[in-house]
T-cell receptor
Framework: QQQVKQSPQSLIVQKGGISIINCAYENTAFDYFPWYQQFPGKGPALLIAIRPDVSEKKEGRFTISFNKSAKQFSLHIMDSQPGDSATYFCAARGNYGGATNKLIFGTGTLLAVQP | DTEVTQTPKHLVMGMTNKKSLKCEQHMGHRAMYWYKQKAKKPPELMFVYSYEKLSINESVPSRFSPECPNSSLLNLHLHALQPEDSALYLC??????????????FGPGTRLTVL
């Protein structure tokens, strides 16, 4: 119930292509879904986030698609660039009676964009 | 300013040493977090402070001792660590649970090596 499943584990995309990373969850109490980008040796950087009452959110080349009925959400990176090569984590915020902002992370996707 | 700073960047310590990790944020956030991240794994929550009070301890061994001296600072005191404690230690901050937005911002981390 507290898991967020992420796929694929790794992804290779050509420059200019579309990168798609998928996540699925079970707990319908999750109420906030961020995506983080992490470069080697650095901390995760918040990329984009969505709430379950919205089906899509776009910021620049990054789009989150959210399917509440299927309990799935995905990150689309349009026009992928070599600089996008990083590990991407999806996450979900657990609503523990409003007590805290505990994030449940997916297992991560290592994206390599080939020039 | 969405910056969380952490010192030191790197730390090497023996199993009998005592050291401390420091974290600072000036975003007015009243929730702060310590995470541990092993290579190729997602961040793993250790502690959560909300309004300078410890609200979550994820069954972390007592050789890790957190401290929140004020709303901007978070420390992690280390004593008698084991080699398996070597990891990237991440600090994060956010608004407390009942206050939006829920965005959680991470620092760059401290790379800890225990010999």
């Amino acid at each position: 119930q507290q898991q967020v499943k992420q796929s694929p584990q790794s992804l290779i995309v050509q420059k200019g292509g579309i990168s798609i990373i998928n996540c699925a969850y079970e707990n319908t109490a999750f109420d906030y879904f961020p995506w983080y980008q992490q470069f080697p040796g650095k901390g995760p950087a918040l990329l984009i986030a969505i709430r379950p009452d919205v089906s899509e959110k776009k910021e620049g080349r990054f789009t989150i698609s959210f399917n509440k009925s299927a309990k799935q959400f995905s990150l689309h990176i349009m026009d992928s660039q070599p600089g996008d090569s990083a590990t991407y984590f999806c996450a979900a915020r657990g609503n523990y009676g409003g007590a805290t902002n505990k994030l449940i992370f997916g297992t991560g996707t290592l994206l390599a964009v080939q020039p | 300013d969405t910056e969380v700073t952490q010192t030191p960047k790197h730390l090497v310590m023996g199993m009998t040493n005592k050291k401390s990790l420091k974290c600072e944020q000036h975003m007015g956030h009243r929730a702060m977090y310590w995470y541990k991240q092993k290579a190729k794994k997602p961040p793993e929550l250790m502690f959560v402070y909300s309004y300078e009070k410890l609200s979550i301890n994820e069954s972390v061994p007592s050789r890790f001792s957190p401290e929140c001296p004020n709303s901007s600072l978070l420390n992690l005191h280390l004593h008698a660590l084991q080699p398996e404690d070597s990891a990237l230690y991440l600090c994060a901050s956010s608004q407390p649970a009942r206050i939006r937005p829920h965005e959680q911002f991470f620092g760059p981390g401290t790379r800890l090596t225990v010999l």
